[in-house]
């Protein structure tokens, strides 16, 4: 039984805080917040009124973000000023927490956009084939080793991305691959020889291409990849007729892929090459 009534079984407290009676095991197994007295004779753990208090601040803390240790840490000797200074500390952790957040907010959303646009610009009655003014933009290139097939290909965008979240680069969440002019008017469609993530300026990454923007052909492919020939095709031939001179290697966005979507022929990759026109004869 209770040794007085000032004290509350370890049920009480769970409840009382929302907690479990295992959160609060451990906690005392961690030496942070340990019972004012343990039965003897059955081993039942007892809290003292003044230790609710106590319990209080730790779960506070909890929520404002400090680990277990910081909060064990702190409050072996904690006043006034060791407080504040610990909570100024927190906001700073907390802004960058927030402005991360924001940066990954922004990526998703520009995800969702391209996805739509390139749904819309795939419908059924549109033309498909656009001139259009691409804006610049930067990326963040790997090379794709010979003999450049699709498992050469995924590798290369894996270390993209693998290296990206390593040094934390300010990637949009969207991969795509550059194929050499050549190789396309060679109708080896699918043999890119680099990977690449769209990127902020940043001046933390080496590998950075820049896309001085410009007008440009595009068109999207909708399917799996290896039947990408056929669009390039209509757009090589939607170019000879406009009399638009290649200027580029062809590049891919991929809009819808893997990360989106589990049936292939749903698939969507932009194609663009930056032309100018020919002037006439």
């Known amino acids: 039984m209770k040794k007085n009534e000032n004290l509350f079984s370890i049920g009480e407290v769970a409840k009382y805080q929302n907690i479990s009676k295992q959160t609060l095991i451990f906690y005392d197994k961690v030496g ?22 106590y319990l209080d601040t730790i779960l506070i803390m909890k929520q404002i973000g400090f680990s277990l240790q910081e909060i064990k840490d702190h409050m072996q000797h904690y006043d006034l000023d060791s407080s ?27 995800r969702c956009d391209q996805m739509e646009a390139a749904r819309a610009h795939c419908a059924p009655g549109r033309p498909g084939i656009e001139l259009e003014d691409a804006p610049e933009q930067e990326l963040f290139c790997l090379p794709v080793a010979a003999p450049y097939t699709m498992r050469e290909i995924s590798i290369a965008t894996k270390q ?74 209509r757009l090589l031939a939607f170019c000879r007729e406009r009399r638009l001179k290649l200027l580029s290697d062809s590049y891919e966005f991929c809009v819808n892929d893997y990360i989106t979507t589990g049936d292939e022929s ?16």
């Open 266 to 281: 749903e698939y969507i990759t932009q194609i663009l090459f930056f032309v100018e026109r020919e002037a006439a004869v």
């Open 32 to 53: 942070l917040f340990r019972p004012a007295w343990v039965d003897p004779e059955n081993g039942y753990r007892y809290y003292s009124a003044s230790q609710l208090d």
């Open 160 to 233: 993209c991305f693998a290296q990206a979240f390593q040094e934390e680069l300010p990637i949009f969440f969207q991969s795509g691959v550059r194929v050499p002019l050549e190789r396309i008017l060679a109708k080896r469609y699918t043999e890119a020889s680099t990977a690449f993530l769209p990127i902020e300026k940043t001046s933390r990454a080496g590998n950075i291409q820049r896309l001085p923007g410009g007008l440009c052909a595009t068109l999207y492919h909708r399917g799996d990849y290896l039947s990408i020939g056929a669009t390039y095709e």
């Open 84 to 110: 504040l200074a610990m909570l100024h500390r927190q906001l700073d952790v907390i802004d960058q927490k927030v402005a991360g957040l924001r940066m990954i907010r922004s990526r998703v959303q520009n």
